[in-house]
């Protein structure tokens, strides 16, 4: 599985961005997907998983409904909306990819259960 993530930049606070990640994988649909975050200095952090089909999400606290995850199976691709960016929105998202299966569930926070990662795309807010 390779993922591809793209869309982060520099943007200040207030301001709304959106990262893609392209899976490259034969059914799309096999796979729950997630967002990570890991900010300089801390350890990574989850952002939020969505469903198979796409029609449930799991999001993390923090994003109190600044950011939407969502995907479209016909084109492989995973995004994540976020709005009202924080300076301390300011890491590296990573997207994630777990292959479907009986014993897994999609709503999950812990990394270990993701079995793919893609490079990263640097989201810097500044104040």
């Known amino acids: 599985v390779q993922l591809v993530e793209s869309g982060g930049q520099l943007v200040q606070a207030g301001d709304s961005l959106r990262l893609s990640c392209v899976a490259s994988v034969p059914t799309f649909s096999n796979y729950g997907m997630g967002w990570f975050r890991q900010a300089p200095g801390k350890e990574r952090e989850f952002v939020a998983s969505?469903?198979?089909?796409?029609?449930?999400?799991y999001y993390a606290d923090f994003t109190k409904g600044r950011f939407i995850i969502s995907r479209e199976n016909a084109k492989n691709t995973l995004f994540l909306q976020m709005n009202s960016l924080k300076p301390e929105d300011t890491a590296v998202y990573y997207c994630?990819?777990?292959?479907?299966?009986?014993?897994?569930?999609?709503?999950?926070?812990?990394?270990?259960?993701?079995?793919?990662w893609g490079q990263g795309t640097q989201v810097t807010v500044s104040s």
């Open positions: 994630a990819a777990q292959l479907r299966t009986r014993a897994r569930v999609w709503a999950t926070s812990d990394a270990s259960d993701f079995d793919s």
């Open positions: 969505i469903s198979w089909s796409g029609d449930s999400a």
